[in-house]
């Protein structure tokens, strides 16, 4: 289990934790105050429930509303809001942007909003987009002291009282999620904060946002700048030039820019090194350097081999099945990995998926080769 599917638990057990004890220590304990208007001591069932869904759909909405609102400060386009998956977003059609709804699926926890840097010469801050949610929670908040302060237990809007309590608490969990500083298993502003405290990191981040809200619009997609400074960010940006150089046939390139962030081990977290090792291998097999990269593949640490063999990444399956397929011939074992591969396709949230299915076909083609040569 990586390190971040690990937080990732830790994280919805206390999430789950907050509404256990908030249920036991105020919704329980003040019970009769909420039933008390109810026709039947049995609603207070359907209370909770009824209250509990407003407050994932409020506090959903929240999030998302605040990331268009801090993203509009920060200079960006809007280029779609999804709530649970009802996504308005922009596409073209006959050469003009439209606006349009349907069902999208969301990189993170309920909703995603995405967004892309206008074509003027105004600096985009993405502070605001990633902090402006924490306003409206922190709003919800105080919202709550209020209620408190006005509604008495007898009065006749207790449940009220208490339907808030629960909505805030949808909110506090939400917030723990949205704000822990730690990588999760979907894009959380907590981590994206941390990144951004280094201002290298935030022209990276409107470098990749820029590639990928052309590949949202389905437009070309400008080259990316490539970064001298070398963070585990900007290695990630680096690393997306790839594509376009690997169907160039520029491998020089590809070396130069891989070698650039390998040299630079001392800056990265061993996970970035080993992901862009691992790049290097792939590399090395679409240049037909097979020793060499028998020689590379042999020199990973047990920590970036197990990255390369058990990590169900796009790049780890794809590298790997063609490593196996074109290195060691075990075409059964390449054709197994290559399914995994196509499953992890289907699951894979990031917009650069389809450049890199377009990539593992040529892989595909190649071992195809190899098979026919060897019969």
């Known amino acids: ?35 008390e208007h109810f026709s039947n001591d049995s609603m207070i069932y359907l209370f909770v429930i009824v209250s509990l869904l407003l407050g994932v759909i409020l506090n959903v909405v929240l999030v998302e509303v605040g990331h268009v609102i801090g993203a509009k400060i920060g200079g960006y386009e809007i280029l779609s809001f999804n709530v649970f998956g009802l996504c308005f977003y922009k596409t073209y059609v006959e050469g003009k ?12 926890l309920a909703g995603e909003t995405r967004i892309m840097p206008k074509n003027d010469n105004k600096k985009h801050s993405p502070t605001f987009y990633v902090t402006f949610p924490l306003l409206l929670i922190l709003i919800e908040f105080i919202g709550l002291v209020i209620v408190f302060t006005l ?19 949808l909110g506090g969990c939400f917030f723990i999620y949205d704000y822990i500083p730690f990588k999760l298993d979907t894009s959380n502003d907590g981590y994206r904060y941390t990144l951004l405290t280094k201002k290298i990191n935030i022209e990276a981040f409107n470098e990749k946002m820029s590639f990928e809200g052309h590949l949202f619009l389905n437009t070309k997609a400008d ?6 400074e070398i963070t585990d960010y900007t290695a990630e940006v680096n690393e997306l030039n790839l594509y376009r150089l690997i169907e160039e046939k520029d491998f020089n390139k590809a ?23 691992i790049w ?15 020689e590379f593949e042999s020199k990973l640490s047990e920590s970036e081999s197990n990255i390369l063999k058990k990590e169900k990444s796009l790049e780890s399956l794809r590298t790997y099945s063609y490593f196996i397929g074109k290195v060691e011939k075990a075409y ?4 197994e990995l290559s399914i995994k591969y196509l499953k992890e396709y289907k699951n894979e949230l990031s917009l650069v998926k389809e450049l890199d299915k377009k990539l593992f076909e040529t892989c595909i083609q190649d071992i195809e080769s190899l098979k026919t040569t060897s019969n």
Do not use: H, P, R
């Not at 080259?223 to 001298?228: A, G």
């Not at 891989?258 to 090792?277: G, M, P, Q, R, V």
């Open 280 to 294: 290097k291998l792939f590399i090395l097999l679409k240049e037909d350097k097979i020793e060499d990269a028998k």
């Open 1 to 35: 289990m990586k390190k971040q599917e690990i937080i990732s638990t830790v994280v919805y057990l206390l999430m789950i934790l907050v509404v256990v004890l908030v249920g036991y220590f105020v919704i329980s304990q003040n019970s009769a105050a909420i039933v």
């Open 255 to 277: 070396n130069e820019l891989l070698d650039k962030i390998i040299n630079s081990e001392k800056k990265l977290t061993s996970y970035t090194l080993a992901k862009t090792k």
């Open 223 to 228: 080259y990316i700048k490539e970064f001298d």
């Open 332 to 335: 059964k074992f390449a054709d």
């Open 151 to 169: 509604i008495s237990d007898d009065s006749s809007l207790a449940f009220v009282k208490y339907g808030y309590v629960l909505i805030a608490t």
């Open 97 to 108: 942007v439209k606006t349009k709804f349907g069902f999208k699926n969301f990189d993170g």
